[in-house]
């Protein structure tokens, strides 16, 4: 069931911190800590990045050398996952598969480059399901080198909240929550870097969902555009579009010219929720220029699979039985196996069928790699870090294995995965 929401939009008043670095490696420091933020109207105790949630934006240039110490105020572990980039295993900030957690007080030097130029984010991956339902996360922002032709380059995340009677986050966790559709906020917040433009104006939208569990489909009204990437990775062609789904972890950028108010609304579920918008100051003329693709990141060919693969989503509420401890199970298999789903040399291409036997939605994502989605049409079309599934859904998903590690493989969901709902994959 759902709660009833109300409408919030405390994040186009500010909360916004853009950082911008130089062509050169530099050190950029992120604090985990308790913080005081106003939601729904009060101030309440959660958490956040350098003392805000979101926390900041960071911005770099495609190929640029990254450094960021995490240091760890919280009471708790702490451990950061770059969502989405392709970056080297030790760096991808996973516990037990890639690194210790980081203990209160200490801290720990990320390092890496920036290999795709897209909208990416940043989120806790420790005991995620409540850190980043608390506030830890931010947006992650890679330019490309030449950066395409518009007015605003925005930055909207669409996060809900579950508060108490008392008006404070919520801290009973109940048993529902992990077995059914998660932990779903009664606010829902919008948080975009910009909060008016001009009718004429070009936008560039980046939407990200870092909510845990709640899927928005987005209806936008107030801006003629098309969707140029799905998770930081550019689409051959722009694509036109009536609603765009954004399931909890997934990326859409839209470029698109205003027409008026740009208003999000969220059609997922019975009720239709108005999630905010960017409001329209004045009108200039618009810009002549059709809607061009984005400059490709370089992503391997896609090739014949070399093997096969099948991964079974099992459990929850109503599900049929299986054979793992956990609520939810992949391939009767609840929470970390000691042996991978997979276990492959590098450069290896499969292919996996992924099934949804549960009476709930769920978004697979793979750490480290990006994959060919399989559309309706039956054409490998869209090259993401999560695929959606729908109740009773069956996709294909085609990816080559080109990154060595141990990757984890997850609904992101952060309740079903903290109920049972991962698994990895061993790249030799
Ligand atoms: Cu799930």
């Known amino acids: 069931m759902r709660l009833s929401r109300r409408r919030f939009l405390a994040g186009l008043s500010g909360a916004f911190v853009a950082t911008r670095l130089p062509a050169a490696t530099e050190r950029i420091t992120l604090v985990a800590d308790s913080i005081d933020t106003r939601i729904a109207g009060r101030k309440i105790p959660m958490l956040g990045f350098n003392g805000s949630l979101p926390g900041p934006t960071m911005r770099f240039r495609q190929g640029q050398a990254v450094g960021i110490t995490l240091k760890n105020h919280l009471d708790d ?17 996973v516990n037990v598969l890639t690194q210790d957690v980081i203990a209160p007080g200490r801290s720990f030097d990320y390092q890496f480059r920036v290999r795709d130029a897209g909208t990416f984010w940043y989120h806790s991956h420790y005991l995620s399901y409540e850190q980043v339902s608390r506030g830890l996360f931010g947006a992650f922002i890679v330019e490309e080198n030449i950066p ?32 059914t559709e998660g932990r779903i906020g009664n606010v829902v917040t919008s948080y975009a870097s910009v909060s008016s433009v001009k009718a004429g104006d070009r936008l560039r939208l980046r939407l990200i969902n870092p909510s845990i569990d709640r899927i928005y489909r987005l209806r936008l009204s107030g801006l003629v555009g098309r969707i140029v990437a799905f998770d930081g990775m550019p689409l051959s062609e722009p694509m036109d579009f009536e609603t765009i789904l954004l399931a909890p972890g997934q990326r859409c950028d839209v470029i698109g010219d205003v027409r008026g108010n740009v208003v999000f609304r969220d059609i997922w579920g019975p009720d239709e929720a108005d999630l905010g918008d960017i409001a329209v100051s004045a009108t200039r003329p618009p810009t002549p220029e059709p809607i061009k693709p984005l400059p490709p990141n370089r992503v391997p060919p896609m090739q014949k699979p070399s093997r096969s693969a099948e ?21 009767d298999s609840s929470g970390l196996p000691r042996r991978p789903f997979l276990s492959v040399p590098r450069g290896s291409t499969v292919e996996i069928s ?25 054409t490998f079309a869209a090259f993401r870090d999560s695929t959606f ?28 995965q903290a109920d049972g709902m991962a698994t990895w994959i061993r790249v030799a």
């Open 77 to 93: 572990g702490a451990l950061v996952h770059w969502h989405g980039l392709r970056i080297p295993n030790r760096m991808d900030g």
């Open 148 to 179: 395409p032709a518009v007015d605003h380059d925005i930055v909207v995340q669409f996060f809900d909240v579950l508060l108490a009677k008392d008006g404070k986050y919520d801290e009973a966790f109940r048993p529902n929550q992990f077995s």
């Open 311 to 331: 991964l079974v989503l099992q459990g929850g509420v109503g599900g049929l039985p299986h054979r793992g401890t956990g609520t939810w199970a992949l391939n």
């Open 354 to 378: 992924v099934r949804n036997e549960t009476g709930f939605p769920h978004v697979m994502h793979l750490h480290g790699h990006h994959f060919w989605e399989r559309d309706t049409a039956g």
């Open 389 to 416: 599934l729908d109740i009773g859904e069956q996709r294909n998903i085609l990816v080559t294995l080109d990154n060595p590690g141990a990757w984890m493989l997850h609904c992101h969901m952060l309740s079903h």
